[in-house]
């Protein structure tokens, strides 16, 4: 015969009755061990310890990639990945999913599901980040130049304890990955408007701040009789403060439509700025429909 556990408490404490024996309603905080923490977000804790997150919604991460948490949101990780480099980079992110934390590991993996992959990535710490620790991880694999949105899994340890988050790509409109910036990635205008065959163009950049050894991703805003011209070509490129060397090649950009938040411009064409400079220059060029193309070049302050 079973009998529950529940029955057999009610029974002992029916004959303990005037001992005091009741049901204690529990104060105490929950605990804010990474096992503890995954259990409302469909996280949950392997027998080798290991702390696996669920895939959960998330904005995109402060390198417009796609953020999953690590130990119930104690920790993020976010995934970017360039084909034309066929590499995978990781980001390690805090709480609030922009902070990165430097950890102390020589390397985090990366599993993909399709096309079948296993990725170590190793560190590569940003100039920000302290002595042997790391925010960043990066790796390469020929199958990272198939164009598509990914899902796997990102797994590493921090502190002797093993986390693992599973992630999934969004697609976005007509534009492959998924890509929305957060309120720290705000649409910036440098200098004036320029004028080019009837066009009024506006270059700049998305996020408040560009930093050396991160990425920046230049904007454009093409707009003709109040309009926004959606059929340009458009692309971009990064070349030192001189203006003599090009420090980053040039990438074609995106259309964007007008949203709530921002307005119809050409983005998604993002660059990397070299450690150890504090200027750079945005070169953008411009191919309108039926009109002689156009180069500007932006300066822009490195952090």
Same mark, same amino acid.
């Given at each position: 015969?079973?009998?529950?556990? =529940?029955?057999? &408490? ?14 204690? =309603? ?6 804010? #061990?990474?096992? @503890? ?20 919604? $998330? ?8 953020? *999953? ?16 480099? !066929?590499?995978? =980079? ?8 922009? &902070? ?18 296993? +990725? ?14 790391? #925010? ?27 986390? &693992? ?6 697609? $976005? ?6 890509? #929305? ?20 163009? !506006? ?7 560009? $930093? ?34 090009? *420090? ?15 307005? @119809?411009?050409?983005? !998604? ?5 070299? #450690?150890?400079? &504090? ?9 309108? +429909?039926? @009109? ?12």
């Amino acid at each position: 015969m079973k009998i529950s556990i =529940t029955t057999c &408490s009610l029974v002992f404490c029916g004959l303990l009755g005037f001992t005091g024996c009741k049901q204690k =309603t529990d104060t105490t905080p929950a605990a804010t #061990s990474p096992a @503890a923490a995954t259990s409302d977000d469909g996280g949950h804790v392997h027998d080798d310890g290991t702390v696996h997150a669920a895939h959960g919604g $998330h904005a995109a991460g402060p390198h417009d990639g796609t953020v *999953v948490d690590w130990g119930g949101g104690k920790f993020h990780v976010e995934f970017t990945v360039d084909h034309d480099k !066929q590499e995978g =980079t990781v980001y390690i992110l805090g709480s609030d999913e922009k &902070s990165p934390v430097p950890i102390d590991a020589e390397s985090i993996d990366l599993s993909i599901s399709d096309p079948v992959m296993q +990725v170590s990535l190793t560190a590569a710490p940003l100039d920000s980040d302290p002595a042997g620790k790391a #925010s960043r991880f990066v790796g390469t694999h020929e199958k990272l130049a198939v164009v598509q949105e990914y899902a796997g899994t990102i797994a590493g340890v921090i502190d002797g304890t093993p986390y &693992s988050g599973d992630f999934k790509e969004e697609a $976005h409109g007509d534009h492959g990955h998924g890509h #929305s910036h957060g309120a720290d990635d705000a649409l910036i205008w440098e200098g004036e408007p320029r004028e080019h065959a009837g066009l009024t163009i !506006q270059l700049g950049h998305h996020g408040k701040h560009l $930093h050396a050894g991160e990425e920046v991703e230049p904007a454009v805003s093409i707009v003709r009789n109040g309009k926004p011209v959606d059929d340009a070509k458009v692309f971009n490129a990064l070349v030192s403060a001189d203006g003599q060397t090009v *420090v980053a090649k040039e990438v074609a950009t995106v259309y964007e439509p007008t949203t709530d938040e921002e307005p @119809a411009h050409y983005a !998604q064409g993002a660059l990397a700025i070299p #450690s150890g400079v &504090s200027k750079v220059i945005l070169r953008f060029r411009i191919v309108p +429909v039926g @009109a002689d193309p156009a180069t500007f070049d932006v300066p822009v302050t490195v952090e």
